[in-house]
């Protein structure tokens, strides 16, 4: 079945990329029961001013799947990720509309405590970004003083996330030195466990490697296949072979000048072997973009 | 590559090269107009600090230790109105205590102050109330001191001695707060309080600058984490600001150890040492030069020129101190 599409589509690109997208989700789904959804993106537009930069995203993100954002830069993938955790209110003359439900709840209604929406929601950034005036432990555990949460016990919980951010063999013998010291592939390992220090639901990361290099990159990817077990990911990604790796679903945006828009979404198997809208064939082909 | 080998096989590291470039005229040009800019502030206060040694130096070698350690400014002269260098006396122990005292003071009102003004300028006020108010403390910097000391001889020293009442009824039993005989007026505190409000404008300035700076991917780092607007400052703008803050108060310490006019207009200066920062009796080396300086004969010229050296010491020494403290702290938060 899956030969006669690829020779169908001929051998190239799409092919290959579709086979590790397929070959990853088949044998996901099969281990991880979807546990319904998560987070709900309802008829998103975002403006910077009165620049809309955003239209009409409409998207669900199942708990325990990863989703990639695919589109060429520039067409709102960043901004869009960002609404989904209320980040994107920071920047002045930003307006959106829309609705994003956590768990069936609107988490732009009036009254919702934005902090608590943020420990729920966590976010990577695109460039390695922890405290440096505070010790690795300190970094990974910072969350908790930020938030004002209390745990029973500190060190389990660093031990934990360094393990689940696949960092803990690599610094368990320098907890207690500055976060600054690390590569720059650590430090983003260490800005993972930190966001997981709070357990968030839902972890956003808006192109998490790509300012590291490819060793990197792969325990990164590796730790992003361990978490999706346990939450929702929402990665965006400019690179084509990573989102086949590591995504269940991928959506593909695009802007022609005007707003961004969703082109098209589905599980990423599908997206990278048979595209059914020609501006995606094009993208994941690498004929633009 | 296997040249390297080769030839450190063979032990024939070569000498280190001597990498030079040759400047261009236009450079060379530049570089000694900025170079003789650097060194003529240098020059200025080499000048100033040998002319105040030369002047001072009979007095120093006289007096001895006395000078910074007793409280007696006595200029004794014989019938026939010559100094009587034997019984004369110069001491300013008393001068350099009241400095200390009055700029204290004045730190430890303004720095707080300055850095939750500097804080509520960035993160809290509204941009257009910002960008006023940013002018109008950059304008307070820039002040007449004597204004200053009008402002807190009329309208500060009447509110500041309720408090200073108040303070001595709560703490009096500490030793500083104690006031006997009971003269609130004209006391260090209420100078220090002047020197404050004189040295907040520099310190807020300083202050919001560096907090301005604060990288923007830490502060959203510190609110993707669900960190409050409060809990983000402490955990990033803080340790980001702190050896900015401190230049900024040094900068205002400096301002507050050599201010003259505004400290001469609310102080009582009174030669003897009074560590009771509530009384109405203090000291103050620069408001003391101004004092005696319109009538005093030529040895006791001397005598200031050298109260004048030690204040200029003075100054030197908390600002490396300063550099030190900035130095230490710095690497960590940045
Ligand atoms: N802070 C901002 N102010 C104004 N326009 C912005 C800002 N950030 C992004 N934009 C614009 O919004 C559009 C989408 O940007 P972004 O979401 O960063 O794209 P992507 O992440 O897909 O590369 C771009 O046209 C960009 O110019
Ligand atoms: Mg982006």
Not at chain 1, 165 to 179: C, F, I, Q, T
Not at chain 2, 220 to 235: N, P
Request: glycine share 10%; charged share 15%; hydrophobic share 45%.
């Amino acid at each position: 079945m899956s030969d006669e599409m690829t020779t169908e589509r001929g051998p190239g690109l799409v092919s290959s990329l579709g086979d590790v997208a397929r070959r990853r989700f088949e044998s996901k789904s099969v281990t991880t029961p979807v546990q319904g959804v998560g987070l709900e993106a309802r008829g998103i537009h975002a403006w910077f001013g009165d620049r809309m930069v955003l239209e009409d995203m409409s998207l669900d993100f199942w708990s325990g799947t990863v989703t990639a954002l695919i589109g060429p830069s520039g067409c709102g993938k960043s901004t869009f990720i960002r609404t989904l955790n209320r980040m994107h209110e920071f920047i002045p003359g930003a307006a959106m509309a829309g609705q994003v439900l956590l768990n069936g709840e609107d988490i732009y209604s009036s009254g919702t405590d934005v902090t608590k929406i943020r420990l729920k929601i966590g976010m990577v950034f695109q460039k390695p970004n922890p405290f440096p005036s505070m010790t690795i432990s300190e970094n990974v555990l910072a969350g908790l003083k930020l938030a004002q949460l209390k745990v029973d016990n500190k060190d389990d919980l660093l031990e934990e996330c360094l393990e689940r951010a696949g960092l803990w063999n690599e610094v368990k013998d320098r907890l207690s030195s500055y976060g600054g010291s690390l590569s720059g592939g650590q430090q983003q390992r260490l800005c993972i466990a930190r966001s997981l220090a709070v357990r968030p639901e839902v972890l956003l990361m808006d192109e998490p490697c790509s300012a590291l290099d490819p060793g990197s990159t792969l325990r990164i990817e590796e730790t992003i296949s361990h978490l999706a077990a346990s939450m929702t990911i929402i990665i965006v990604t400019h690179n084509m072979q990573q989102a086949a790796r590591v995504s269940d679903y991928t959506a593909f945006l695009l802007s022609d000048g005007g707003p961004g828009k969703m082109v098209e979404f589905g599980p990423t198997g599908e997206i990278f072997s048979r595209p059914k809208d020609i501006r995606t064939e094009n993208y994941v082909t690498g004929r633009f973009g | 590559m296997s040249h390297a080998v080769l030839s450190a096989a063979e032990g024939a590291i070569p000498a280190k090269r001597e990498i030079t470039t040759k400047p261009r005229f236009s450079d060379r040009v530049f570089r000694a107009v900025v170079s003789s800019g650097a060194l003529s502030s240098l020059i200025i206060l080499g000048l100033i600090f040998f002319f105040l040694a030369f002047q001072g130096y009979s007095v120093l070698r006289s007096q001895g230790l006395h000078f910074i350690t007793s409280s007696n400014w006595q200029v004794v002269t014989d019938t026939a109105g010559n100094v009587d260098p034997k019984h004369t006396q110069f001491g300013i122990a008393a001068m350099l205590i009241g400095t200390f005292l009055c700029s204290l003071i004045a730190i430890i009102v303004a720095i707080p102050v300055s850095v939750l003004a500097a804080l509520f300028l960035n993160f809290y006020a509204p941009p257009v109330f910002k960008k006023i108010m940013v002018a109008v403390v950059d304008l307070m910097a820039a002040f007449p001191s004597i204004l200053f000391g009008l402002w807190g001889f009329f309208v500060l020293m009447p509110s500041a001695e309720y408090w200073a009442k108040l303070i001595h009824h709560f703490f009096g039993f500490i030793p500083v707060f104690q006031v006997d005989p009971p003269i609130f007026t004209r006391s260090p505190f209420v100078a220090g309080l002047v020197l404050a409000v004189m040295i907040i404008p520099i310190i807020t300035s300083v202050s919001r600058e560096v907090f301005s700076q604060t990288p923007l991917d830490r502060i959203q780092a510190a609110y993707a984490l669900g960190a409050t607007r409060w809990s983000m400052i402490r955990a990033v703008v803080l340790p980001y600001g702190r050896s900015g803050v401190v230049g900024g108060a040094m900068l205002g310490l400096g301002r507050a150890l050599g201010e003259t006019v505004a400290v001469y207009t609310v102080l009582n200066i009174v030669y003897q040492v009074n560590w009771h920062v509530l009384l109405g009796a203090g000291g103050n080396v620069a408001s003391m030069i101004l004092l005696k300086f319109g009538e005093a004969g030529p040895q006791e010229i001397k005598a200031l020129m050298a109260a004048g050296l030690v204040l200029f010491l003075l100054t030197l020494l908390v600002n490396l101190g300063a550099d030190l403290v900035v130095r230490r702290s710095g690497g960590k938060g940045r």
